[in-house]
């Protein structure tokens, strides 16, 4: 098998598994809200919340220097991967004491404190099996990663399922089935890592110092982004309590599963905008502006059709309880479509060798996203921190526009947008008028009007499919 091929059966090894990990992961979810009510749910997502933090300190960017230092010395893999250990090893300890350290000097009901409690746990198996993760990667071997994945997704939910509908129990037997499970998964990721390499713990200082040196400015973007994507959690937390997170999680887990829409387009694109950048401008306006087209043409209904029916998911999902969801969910649709905009930009700065740009735009993202929810908290609750999230997606696109036109002299393809938002305005008008009948009929309804109106404003050139039957190319080939 050519390296082409290996990487496209990864790609597509990896996404698959992902789609099938979300998909799970959100049915849990949805029984989960509805059984645990908006408080207890809050209780839950603020647990994970807090541990994302901790998760860091675990790696602090070693990860993504491990995968390099393995891809171009793979004959010395034992002993890289063996003083790897030993910093993980080190990270996860400290990660363990800080969290239980933290939580307990902070004014937490007694609950909430053991749940984190047993949480930890959870951190310390998750911190190893990514670790086997980054050898997969490495040796190109993403089906070593899916599997105990899966498996230990479908352990988790089965065993919750059933401690939701048949033992009716709790949330403590909830969290202890999910560290049950996580553990499951490090065992398995072991075991499937001894085929590859066996480490080799011989203390290599001059090696430890290098590792080290080279992760940290990933770990700094990485603490960036755990503050950018998990402060909303904490901050509603410590300012207005657990059913406000609960309401917030509820809207933010049914939009959060559409991020992969986005990743799969750009996967398939971004090896061909990289090639681009050093053969031909040309191409990579076309490219990048093809990355803009189908962008909309995929997110933008999804936006506007979740916007106006809202009021009809929300109650189907969740039940009546969570109505105070409908809200928060028609702000942060718009905080994906936002998002996936801003990642055609990150692909194209990426792809140009100006990631240092996106780097920045990402902090600014975070320096910002504090204050904002510091202050819209206090008076919207959990619909401030969506309007903050929004507010922040907006601020990150500005400063990826701005890096882009003054580095790359590129404009923002308004022009290509006309088509898609006139086809999703007259979807939006369809909707309005029937959104009170079937909501499954009305959805299929809806997606046959806009594709419908698609065709007939000649949305789609002979051009965008060639390129874009290009692109995929690099799966065809699997």
Same mark, same amino acid.
């Given at each position: 098998m050519?390296?082409?091929?290996?990487?496209?059966?990864?790609?597509?090894?990896?996404?698959? %598994?992902?789609?099938?990990?979300?998909?799970?992961?959100?049915?849990?979810?949805?029984?989960? *809200?509805?059984?645990l009510?908006?408080?207890?749910? %809050?209780?839950?997502?603020?647990?994970? *919340?807090?541990?994302?933090?901790?998760?860091?300190?675990?790696?602090?960017g070693?990860?993504?220097?491990?995968?390099?230092?393995?891809?171009?010395?793979?004959?010395d893999?034992p002993?890289?991967?063996?003083?790897?250990?030993?910093?993980?090893?080190t990270?996860?300890?400290?990660? /363990?004491?800080?969290?239980?350290?933290?939580?307990?000097?902070?004014?937490?009901?007694?609950?909430?404190?053991?749940y984190?409690?047993?949480?930890t746990?959870?951190?310390?198996?998750?911190?190893?099996?990514?670790?086997?993760?980054?050898?997969?990667? *490495?040796?190109?071997?993403m089906?070593?990663?899916?599997?105990?994945?899966?498996?230990?997704?479908?352990?988790?939910?089965?065993?919750?399922? =059933?401690?939701?509908?048949?033992?009716? !129990?709790?949330?403590?037997?909830? $969290?202890?089935?999910?560290?049950?499970?996580?553990?499951?998964?490090?065992?398995?990721?072991y075991?499937f890592?001894?085929?590859?390499?066996?480490?080799?713990?011989e203390?290599?200082f001059?090696?430890?110092?290098?590792?080290?040196?080279?992760?940290?400015?990933?770990?700094?973007?990485?603490?960036?982004?755990?503050?950018?994507?998990?402060?909303?959690?904490?901050m509603?937390?410590?300012i207005?309590?657990?059913?406000?997170?609960?309401?917030?999680?509820?809207?933010y887990?049914?939009?959060?599963?559409?991020?992969?829409?986005?990743?799969?387009?750009?996967?398939?694109?971004?090896?061909?905008?990289?090639?681009? $950048?050093?053969?031909?401008?040309?191409?990579?306006v076309?490219i990048?502006k093809?990355?803009?087209?189908?962008?909309?043409?995929?997110?933008?209904?999804?936006?506007?059709?979740?916007?106006?029916?809202? #009021?009809?998911?929300?109650?189907?999902?969740?039940? *009546?309880?969570?109505?105070?969801?409908?809200?928060?969910l028609?702000?942060?649709? =718009?905080?994906?479509?936002?998002?996936?905009?801003?990642?055609?930009?990150?692909?194209?700065?990426?792809?140009?060798?100006?990631?240092?740009?996106?780097?920045?735009?990402?902090?600014? !993202?975070?320096?910002?996203?504090?204050?904002?929810?510091?202050?819209?908290?206090?008076? =919207?609750?959990?619909?401030?921190?969506?309007?903050?999230?929004?507010?922040?997606?907006?601020m990150?696109? !500005?400063?990826n526009?701005?890096?882009?036109?003054k580095?790359?002299?590129f404009?923002?393809?308004?022009?290509?947008?006309?088509?898609?938002?006139?086809?999703?305005?007259?979807?939006?008008?369809?909707?309005? !008028?029937?959104?009170?009948?079937?909501?499954?009929l009305?959805i /299929?309804?809806?997606?046959?009007v806009?594709?419908?109106?698609?065709?007939?404003?000649?949305?789609?050139? #002979?051009?965008?499919?060639?390129?874009?039957?290009?692109?995929?190319?690099?799966?065809?080939r699997?």
């Amino acid at each position: 098998m050519t390296i082409v091929q290996k990487i496209a059966k990864n790609t597509g090894i990896f996404f698959a %598994g992902n789609i099938a990990f979300k998909l799970i992961s959100t049915i849990v979810i949805i029984y989960l *809200a509805r059984y645990l009510g908006t408080a207890g749910f %809050g209780k839950y997502s603020f647990v994970f *919340a807090y541990i994302a933090f901790f998760n860091i300190v675990t790696d602090l960017g070693l990860q993504q220097i491990l995968v390099r230092e393995l891809s171009r010395n793979p004959l010395d893999a034992p002993k890289i991967v063996g003083n790897a250990y030993l910093i993980r090893i080190t990270l996860t300890i400290l990660a /363990f004491i800080a969290s239980i350290a933290v939580i307990s000097f902070l004014q937490y009901p007694e609950d909430t404190k053991k749940y984190v409690y047993i949480a930890t746990f959870y951190l310390i198996f998750i911190s190893f099996s990514d670790f086997y993760a980054t050898i997969f990667q *490495a040796n190109l071997r993403m089906e070593y990663n899916v599997i105990p994945k899966i498996t230990s997704r479908l352990i988790s939910a089965g065993l919750i399922l =059933w401690v939701i509908l048949v033992l009716k !129990g709790s949330l403590t037997q909830i $969290f202890l089935i999910i560290v049950f499970s996580e553990s499951v998964k490090t065992l398995l990721s072991y075991i499937f890592s001894r085929k590859l390499v066996h480490a080799k713990f011989e203390i290599d200082f001059g090696l430890l110092k290098f590792l080290i040196k080279e992760s940290l400015p990933l770990a700094i973007f990485s603490v960036i982004s755990v503050i950018h994507f998990r402060t909303d959690i904490i901050m509603l937390s410590l300012i207005v309590g657990d059913a406000p997170v609960g309401i917030y999680s509820a809207a933010y887990s049914l939009s959060n599963p559409l991020t992969l829409i986005p990743s799969a387009i750009l996967i398939s694109l971004f090896p061909i905008m990289s090639e681009s $950048f050093q053969t031909s401008e040309e191409r990579l306006v076309k490219i990048y502006k093809l990355s803009f087209k189908y962008i909309l043409i995929i997110m933008l209904p999804i936006a506007v059709g979740t916007t106006i029916i809202a #009021d009809k998911i929300i109650p189907l999902v969740y039940t *009546a309880k969570y109505i105070s969801s409908i809200t928060p969910l028609q702000i942060l649709i =718009w905080a994906l479509l936002l998002a996936s905009i801003n990642a055609i930009m990150v692909n194209l700065l990426v792809s140009s060798n100006n990631q240092r740009l996106s780097t920045i735009s990402v902090t600014l !993202g975070a320096l910002i996203n504090i204050p904002l929810n510091l202050v819209l908290i206090p008076i =919207w609750s959990y619909n401030g921190a969506a309007i903050a999230t929004v507010i922040t997606k907006v601020m990150i696109l !500005g400063a990826n526009i701005y890096f882009i036109s003054k580095y790359l002299q590129f404009s923002p393809p308004l022009s290509i947008s006309t088509k898609p938002l006139s086809c999703a305005f007259l979807m939006g008008l369809f909707l309005c !008028g029937v959104k009170n009948f079937n909501i499954i009929l009305v959805i /299929f309804s809806a997606i046959l009007v806009y594709f419908a109106t698609l065709l007939i404003m000649r949305t789609f050139s #002979d051009e965008d499919i060639n390129i874009f039957k290009r692109a995929l190319y690099f799966f065809k080939r699997s």
